[in-house]
């Protein structure tokens, strides 16, 4: 089962990531039927980390609201002790060749839909997705996995609980990897009531007052994945729910089974050496300071330099700092590193707002292969990853509240950058390490197709001017 070695992570990223896997998984959200485990768990192996996205199609367990489409955004780190997933992150108790505990926090995938409520929901009080901290047991055999989860809601959404118990089999050959999976899930009334009963206070002459109790649902599931490269995956899946019975009596439920497919691709850096394992690796130390742009300023404006502007009313600004180690260094012999950055950010909001702060976890490509190189060093980067903030910006907020659309403290980061070598600029080669540049510090939802990021369609753009040495 597991392909690579299991590193340690440096203890700067181990702290970060520590910190981040609550605020992570209490802003994900959820299958209407279940959980992302069996397809999010093929690329967890010991050592890896990755990113990635997964395109989701699955019929909606309420009446007449149709099939829902959700773009899910994959970060993914497997540690020795720390691990995170799409919608899931905690901490393994137990991690041996056949048994592993983990205790974990995910968000729930269930919940009235976020647009186009159809007449059967219509007037009820909305219900939310929830947090969950759960316990996990698995023992893998070569027969198969047999796993038990049980969680309860830390959120005080739906005040229940649920126990599920699931088998799996992984089948190899090959680039080729397919895992059939069972779960059988067993809620309690709290759960059921909340999320597919009706109260008194909404019923109407053709939506009676209902209350499910509880109950078992089975789903059924068929995932897998095909290398395409050493470090490139293709992902699929297909499953099917069975709610049970007294649920798909209640007036808000479609009968029937509820089928989702999911097709999607991700990057695993866990499949090359690992350069941040190594003690002559450096580690990079940045401090930036930037200030927000103009409204219709957006990213793809800024990096064409088509708008440089900041912000002239209601400005705020951010001061940060980031510690990246790499994770690639000239991959395929090109003059391209991937680096991973946890980076914590201040936002001054001038009054406007309380301020706050962020973190980012990002892997960042990093390329130098210009001609003029050798004699000034030019570095050009991509950062791609996750933002949670302690509060939302107010850039953020403000422009959310505009559109009437709630905001997201999680949102995916994009961190483009370019820089030149300060010791090749003044001549000076203790400082050759050293790099002075530009950059945009980038919070966006992916145009609302996601229902991880909250379906948040913008984001906000920080301009901003740092230095950074390798040490």
Known sequence: MNRFPLPS?????????????GGLCAAAPALAAGNTEPLTE?????????????????????????????????????GER?????NRGG????????QRLDVFVEQRLEGFPTENLPASLAGMATRDSAIDLGLAYRWRQPWGTLEAEFVHDIGNTYKGNELRLGYSYDWRSGPWMLRPSLTVAVRDSKLNNYYYGVQPGEATPGRPAYAPGAGINTSIGLYGSYDLTQGWRLLAGISATMLDAKVKDSPIVQKGVLPAAYVGVAYDFGGHKREWAENDTPTYFKALYGKSTEDGCHLAKIITAQCLST???????ITGIQVGKPFLNNVNGWP????????????????LQPNGVQLDLFMKAVYSGFP???????????GVG????????YIEAASQAANGKPASRMLNYLDPTIDVSLGDLIGYRPLKETYIGFGVSHRSGIFGSSRLLGNVNGGSNYIYTYVESAL
């Open 82 to 86: 720390l691990f995170l997933r799409a």
């Open 9 to 21: 992570l440096p203890r700067g990223l181990l702290r970060s990531a520590a910190l981040v896997l």
């Open 42 to 78: 093929i690329l967890s192996e010991p050592g890896s980390a990755g990113l990635g996205f997964v395109t989701r199609v699955e019929r909606s367990p309420y009446k007449d609201a149709g099939n829902r489409y959700d773009l899910l955004p994959l970060y993914l780190y497997e």
């Open 386 to 393: 996750v933002s949670m903030a302690q509060r939302v910006p």
């Open 91 to 98: 901490v393994k108790i137990l991690n041996s060749g056949e």
């Open 311 to 317: 912000a002239k009313t209601n400005s705020t600004s």
């Open 336 to 351: 391209l590193d991937f680096i991973g950055y946890v980076g914590l950010t201040h936002h001054n909001d001038r009054g």
């Open 372 to 382: 003029w190189s050798d004699r000034v060093k030019t570095r050009l980067g991509l």
